[in-house]
């Protein structure tokens, strides 16, 4: 499988033409979240040729699929914080390098807002950045519901945008899917299966009745500045074409103002009855609908799907969101932050762990 990128992608520190030749591109699932979505997505036809895990549970890899797993344990039975789990990849570097080594495109997807994802995001990022790689984040963020979790998290962003050349954020309450009475691993397992259908709908390889948006045009979507944000929806009204990209907009609206986007990828995936009439509609409708005439368009029909159409809006540009906010600190301090640098730091009694590879 081969990625195909276009070299007048804008990557912010280095150009794609000094990059790795190599057309190899890879996977990382981080934590639990991570682990779970990475494992469905590697069942799908992806261009991606590689898939790799790594978490501190080794829970995260009963169920995932081939691909190597790195698990960093803690020899002391003791509740881990992001700087922690930092502090035991040191020892793992190496061998996170060698996965990533040689790769052209490195996609880092997490959940943040526990320890594993959040701790580790940026640092596989920023790895991937000095392995040479154009560096793709996923970062599924916390539900409303789990406050505790949104100061890490709006952190752990930060670390992972100013590391990686582009970062998707995709909101847990987006994929919310549920009914009161579901079990949390029922509601993770729906918000994965929505989160597999967007993300696939965007990075998959066309189909011959297929119209793809071209992948480089997705990567220069995720590699503008601002926030990159993914809304998803889906219709099966006699309206089903307004109804899902309201829907998408909607979605997108509840983390930043919609008009602020100045660039927008939209994907419809539908069956053979999706005519031209109505992608037409969709394209040209977005703009008034997101209160910015101005935001320029990619789009991309997908015929898998059924009769009920689903939407995936990646829309970037953002400058401000609601996560600014998950970190009060930053927003007092704006840019003169306090200790800004990632914090590493080991479990009680381990501090004199020797790092190795
Ligand atoms: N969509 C989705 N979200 C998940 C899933 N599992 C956890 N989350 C969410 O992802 C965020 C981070 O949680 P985890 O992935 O469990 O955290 P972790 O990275 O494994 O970190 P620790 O377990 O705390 O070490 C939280 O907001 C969770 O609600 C999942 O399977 N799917
Ligand atoms: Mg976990």
Same mark, same amino acid.
Do not use: W
């Given at each position: 499988?081969?990625?195909?990128?276009?070299?007048?992608?804008?990557?912010?520190?280095? $150009?794609?033409?000094?990059?790795? /030749?190599?057309?190899?591109?890879?996977?990382?699932?981080?934590?639990?979240?991570?682990?779970?979505?990475?494992?469905?997505?590697?069942?799908?036809?992806?261009?991606?040729?590689?898939?790799?895990?790594?978490?501190?549970?080794?829970?995260?890899?009963?169920?995932?699929?081939?691909?190597?797993?790195?698990?960093?344990?803690?020899?002391?039975?003791?509740? +881990?914080?992001?700087?922690? *789990?930092?502090?035991? /990849?040191?020892?793992?570097?190496?061998?996170?390098?060698?996965?990533?080594?040689?790769?052209?495109?490195?996609?880092?997807?997490?959940?943040?807002?526990?320890? #594993?994802?959040?701790?580790?995001?940026?640092?596989?990022?920023?790895?991937?950045?000095?392995?040479?790689?154009?560096?793709?984040?996923?970062?599924?963020?916390?539900?409303?519901?789990?406050?505790?979790?949104?100061?890490?998290?709006?952190?752990?962003?930060?670390?992972?945008?100013?590391?990686?050349?582009?970062?998707?954020?995709?909101?847990?309450?987006? +994929? +919310?899917?549920? $009914?009161?009475?579901?079990?949390?691993?029922?509601?993770?397992?729906?918000?994965?299966?929505?989160?597999?259908?967007?993300?696939?709908?965007?990075?998959?390889?066309?189909?011959?009745?297929?119209?793809?948006?071209?992948?480089?045009?997705?990567? =220069?979507?995720?590699?503008?500045?601002?926030?990159?944000? !993914?809304? !998803?929806?889906?219709?099966?009204?006699?309206?089903?074409?307004?109804?899902?990209?309201?829907?998408?907009?909607?979605?997108?609206?509840?983390?930043?103002?919609?008009?602020?986007?100045?660039?927008?990828?939209?994907?419809?995936?539908?069956?053979?009855?999706?005519?031209? #009439?109505?992608?037409?509609?969709?394209?040209?409708?977005?703009?008034?609908?997101?209160?910015?005439?101005?935001?320029?368009?990619?789009?991309?029909?997908?015929?898998?799907?059924?009769?009920?159409?689903?939407?995936?809006?990646?829309? $970037?540009?953002?400058?401000?969101?609601?996560?600014?906010?998950?970190?009060?600190?930053?927003?007092?301090?704006?840019?003169?932050?306090?200790?800004?640098?990632?914090?590493?730091?080991?479990?009680? =009694?381990?501090?004199?762990? *020797?790092?190795?590879?």
């Amino acid at each position: 499988m081969a990625l195909y990128i276009h070299d007048t992608i804008r990557a912010p520190t280095q $150009s794609l033409t000094q990059k790795s /030749s190599t057309r190899d591109s890879v996977a990382v699932g981080i934590g639990s979240a991570g682990s779970r979505i990475v494992s469905l997505l590697s069942r799908e036809s992806l261009p991606v040729s590689r898939y790799a895990y790594l978490s501190c549970d080794e829970n995260d890899f009963e169920f995932v699929g081939e691909g190597e797993k790195i698990l960093l344990e803690s020899p002391v039975d003791q509740k +881990l914080t992001p700087s922690m *789990v930092r502090g035991l /990849s040191i020892a793992a570097q190496g061998r996170i390098r060698k996965i990533l080594r040689g790769s052209r495109v490195v996609f880092v997807i997490a959940g943040l807002g526990g320890a #594993t994802g959040t701790g580790l995001a940026p640092v596989v990022a920023k790895l991937a950045q000095d392995e040479g790689a154009t560096t793709i984040g996923v970062a599924v963020m916390p539900f409303e519901f789990e406050k505790k979790l949104k100061f890490y998290a709006g952190v752990s962003l930060k670390r992972f945008r100013a590391a990686a050349e582009g970062v998707i954020v995709i909101d847990n309450d987006i +994929l +919310l899917k549920s $009914s009161p009475e579901d079990s949390l691993t029922d509601i993770y397992k729906m918000a994965n299966g929505e989160a597999v259908r967007a993300l696939t709908s965007i990075f998959a390889k066309p189909a011959e009745s297929d119209v793809p948006v071209a992948l480089n045009k997705v990567l =220069g979507s995720v590699l503008q500045d601002g926030y990159t944000l !993914l809304g !998803l929806a889906r219709s099966s009204s006699t309206d089903k074409t307004e109804e899902a990209l309201a829907g998408a907009v909607i979605s997108i609206s509840k983390i930043a103002e919609a008009r602020e986007a100045n660039h927008a990828v939209v994907l419809l995936t539908g069956d053979a009855s999706l005519s031209g #009439t109505e992608v037409g509609l969709a394209v040209r409708r977005l703009g008034p609908m997101m209160n910015n005439q101005a935001v320029d368009v990619e789009y991309g029909v997908n015929y898998a799907g059924t009769s009920q159409l689903q939407v995936s809006l990646l829309a $970037s540009g953002f400058k401000t969101t609601k996560y600014d906010d998950y970190d009060p600190l930053a927003k007092v301090f704006g840019k003169n932050v306090i200790d800004d640098e990632m914090d590493y730091s080991l479990p009680g =009694g381990l501090e004199m762990l *020797v790092p190795c590879d």
